[in-house]
């Protein structure tokens, strides 16, 4: 229907000379002007009624002076300039990239190295755990603007294709020693360290001055009754040539079905996950104590495998612990109210939650 009007009136208007259309448009301002003559002097506009008018006369420039007459032509400039001077102020302004990261996680981000001394990895596994998702490369900016230096820990990560294809069940065990003083002087205390490749789980056994071959078989049973508990049952057992690993620690667990594979000799990169989670071990707990019982070695080793496995980050589980089964939702900011930081073994391992509701 629209159509069939359209057309003939696109065909009359296009037909019609410019002179006609000009004495047709002469003819409307005269009778506006009679209009308007009819009018009071002054008609007040609304803003709906001034949005008509500059939608419709903006294009025209200088000949809207010919064609009005309810508004001058000052006051409609005046209307054009108000709008452009509206959008400007709504108009947002920032630099080009992407956002500055917010205040309140520089700020954090600023405490954590300074209260620890992390590096970029961990400080981003920390925020993580808070659901504070940042790259690498941001905690670096942040640090480095706060004249906080470089990265402590930083260094590359090898991984062993071998070690991929089995890590759902694969256990790496490695012995870990500690000096201890006595009053006959100082001896070493020997522990077992097992580590589950897939989770990162981290177990370690009680520790002795006599690691013999009753004190090995125990903790083997311990090791398979912990794995039992935690649902995650070795398929395989790792670890290297050394004598203190007898027949029957291999025997044992192979009672429960895992099979026992032996590194060969002078290949530590075989072994590099429990070495790495040793050193960790070492670096970041043992050697700031001096220990001088074994029921002190075993309450530090005990709180230090808590905190690996529930508050410590690790890069290979989305740098949440080892023990969470997912890391948790993600939020944009966090108030720095809401952060509490625990403590373990006077205040040498720190871990940063939320505070309970």
């Given amino acids: 229907m629209t159509s069939r009007?359209?057309?003939?009136?696109?065909?009359l208007l296009s037909s019609v000379p410019r002179?006609?259309?000009a004495r047709q448009v002469a003819y409307l301002k005269e009778e506006n002007r009679v209009l308007r003559e009819r009018l009071p002097k002054r008609i007040t506009t609304t803003e709906k009624e001034r949005q008509r008018l500059l939608k419709a006369g903006r294009k025209l420039g200088p000949q809207l002076k010919q064609l009005m007459t309810i508004v001058s032509y000052d006051s409609f400039r005046r209307w054009v300039r108000e709008v452009e001077e509206k959008k400007s102020d709504e108009t947002?302004?920032?630099?080009?990239?992407?956002?500055?990261?917010?205040?309140?996680?520089?700020e954090l981000i600023v405490q954590i190295r300074?209260?620890?001394?992390?590096?970029?990895?961990?400080?981003?596994?920390?925020l993580r755990k808070?659901?504070?998702?940042?790259?690498?490369?941001?905690?670096?900016?942040?640090?480095?603007?706060?004249?906080?230096?470089?990265?402590?820990?930083?260094?590359?990560?090898?991984?062993?294709?071998?070690?991929?294809?089995?890590?759902?069940?694969?256990?790496?065990?490695?012995?870990?020693?500690?000096?201890?003083?006595t009053i006959k002087g100082i001896v070493d205390v020997y522990m077992i360290v097992f580590?589950?490749?897939?989770?990162?789980?981290?177990?370690?056994?009680?520790?002795?001055?006599?690691?013999?071959?009753g004190w090995v078989r125990q903790q083997?049973?311990?090791?398979?009754?912990?794995?039992e508990d935690i649902g995650l049952s070795p398929g395989y057992v790792l670890h290297d040539r050394d004598?203190?690993?007898?027949?029957?620690?291999?025997?044992?667990?192979?009672?429960?079905?895992?099979?026992?594979?032996k590194t060969t000799i002078q290949s530590p990169n075989l072994q590099a996950h429990v070495e790495r989670a040793i050193q960790t071990l070492k670096h970041e707990v043992l050697n700031h104590f001096v220990v001088v019982s074994e029921h002190h070695l075993n309450h530090i080793c005990s709180e230090a495998v808590r905190w690996y496995n529930t508050e410590r980050g690790h890069s290979a589980r989305e740098n949440v612990p080892p023990a969470w089964e997912s890391p948790p939702d993600e939020v944009p900011t966090i108030r720095r109210a809401d952060v509490v930081c625990t403590t373990r073994l006077g205040g040498l391992l720190k871990h940063y939650s939320r505070r309970a509701a």
């Fill in 243 to 261: 004598r203190k690993f007898t027949r029957e620690f291999d025997e044992i667990l192979k009672s429960s079905g895992a099979k026992v594979k």
């Fill in 114 to 126: 300074t209260e620890t001394g992390y590096g970029y990895t961990k400080i981003r596994q920390e």
């Fill in 5 to 11: 009007i359209l057309h003939p009136l696109l065909s």
């Fill in 195 to 213: 580590l589950h490749i897939g989770s990162r789980r981290m177990w370690i056994s009680p520790c002795t001055v006599q690691p013999n071959a």
């Fill in 19 to 21: 002179q006609e259309l």
């Fill in 130 to 181: 808070l659901g504070i998702k940042v790259s690498r490369q941001t905690v670096k900016n942040v640090l480095v603007a706060a004249g906080l230096g470089t990265d402590p820990t930083a260094g590359p990560n090898t991984w062993d294709a071998l070690l991929k294809r089995h890590a759902a069940t694969l256990w790496q065990c490695d012995y870990i020693s500690k000096p201890m003083w």
């Fill in 220 to 227: 083997g049973r311990n090791f398979l009754m912990h794995a």
């Fill in 92 to 106: 947002p302004t920032r630099k080009p990239g992407r956002p500055r990261t917010k205040e309140e996680i520089r």
